[in-house]
């Protein structure tokens, strides 16, 4: 970004009005006092000839605003300072040409107006300098923000990748017994809701951070998978208000969670497995389970938890928690508006 993006032709023209005034002041200040010298048939030369000054200031100023605080020519300081110098010494020319045979006055030699040309030429010098300045640190951070941004999704996608074929051969699973038992209606419907379930995690690549009411949906389609897979040995109870549902968590939170259960323990009529999704007092989503942890460790490639880990990091700058009681595990999911 520039001044010329942030400012008007009309705000650039007041800016160089100020600038103009500001290079004119001793001629403001001293006006009066020249006038009381002269004769008042002498007064409006005078007083056309200040008037003649300003302007020239003005127009002076404005063109080199204009020039130097637009992206026309990106000029070092050193270069962008000799091409004001040739711009205000040829206005500098014209005002001794002026001043002399249009106004007859022989004061534009001084060094007062000397000084105020040098100041002229400086001032939109050093202004479109620091303008180029500005405008390179900000494409820069662009640069360096589109890049962070970039990276970041590429993180996240390779994590959220990852859980795509630990689930896919667990599913599997679970329709090989149902094809053994040839019960074809319930294939097919394992089918249906196995279709659901890919297309929302083909679609997750797209949405980092997903309303707490599309995961809910996703664990009722995921719901039915494991409900075949373990009978009645496995059920869910999810409490969550309707006003929450907006809350906002990573796409893909709940299935290592539910997978992280499956695996680590022993699900079947002595161990009925109760997952519990509720929302506690702080706002965090609460994904419990009773503990029954299999006679020999699971054998897994550990990217469950530290994967969903790194994702809330990543895209929420936030942390999960654990607690594990020997009876009860929980994790605790921070959410956010």
């Known amino acids: 970004m520039n001044f010329l993006e942030k400012y008007s032709n009309c705000k650039l023209g007041l800016i160089s009005l100020l600038g103009a005034t500001l290079i004119a002041y001793p001629n403001i200040a001293c006006l009066p006092w020249e006038l009381s010298f002269l004769d008042n048939a002498q007064h409006p030369r005078r007083i056309a000839y200040f008037l003649f000054c300003y302007a020239i200031f003005i127009a002076l100023t404005w063109v080199l605003m204009k020039r130097n605080l637009s992206r026309v020519e990106q000029l070092p300081f050193g270069k962008r300072l000799l091409y004001n110098f040739w711009f205000c010494l040829g206005a500098y020319l014209i005002f001794v040409g002026a001043s002399v045979f249009l106004f007859k006055m022989g004061d534009c030699f001084g060094s007062l107006v000397v000084f105020q040309f040098i100041v002229a030429c400086l001032l939109p010098t050093f202004l479109g300098y620091i303008s180029q300045l500005y405008s390179l640190q900000q494409a820069k951070q662009q640069e360096i923000d589109r890049l962070k941004t970039e990276n970041l999704q590429s993180r996240c996608d390779a994590l959220a990748n990852q859980l795509n074929p630990h689930f896919f051969f667990n599913s599997l699973n679970g329709l090989t017994a149902l094809v053994r038992k040839k019960d074809s209606e319930r294939a097919l419907t ?4 196995l279709s659901d379930i890919f297309r929302y995690i083909l679609q997750s690549d797209k949405n980092g951070i997903q309303p707490l009411a599309d995961e809910l949906d996703f664990v009722q389609a995921f719901r039915y998978l494991m409900e075949v897979r373990f009978a009645d040995k496995l059920s869910f109870d999810i409490q ?7 809350l906002r968590l990573p796409v893909l939170s709940l299935l290592p969670l539910i997978d ?9 009529s002595r161990h009925k497995m109760l997952v519990r999704i509720y929302l506690n007092a702080a706002d965090e989503l609460v994904v419990s389970n009773p503990v029954y942890p299999k006679l020999s460790p699971a054998v897994t490639n550990g990217i469950g938890l530290k994967n969903l880990e790194s994702r809330f990091s990543l895209l929420m700058g936030k942390q999960i928690r654990t607690e594990d ?3 009860t595990f929980s994790v605790f999911l921070p959410l956010s508006h």
């Open 260 to 268: 992280n259960i499956v695996v680590h323990n022993i699900i079947d």
């Open 190 to 193: 394992f089918i249906g809701k």
């Open 325 to 327: 009681d020997g009876l």
């Open 240 to 246: 969550v208000p309707q006003e929450k549902m907006v």
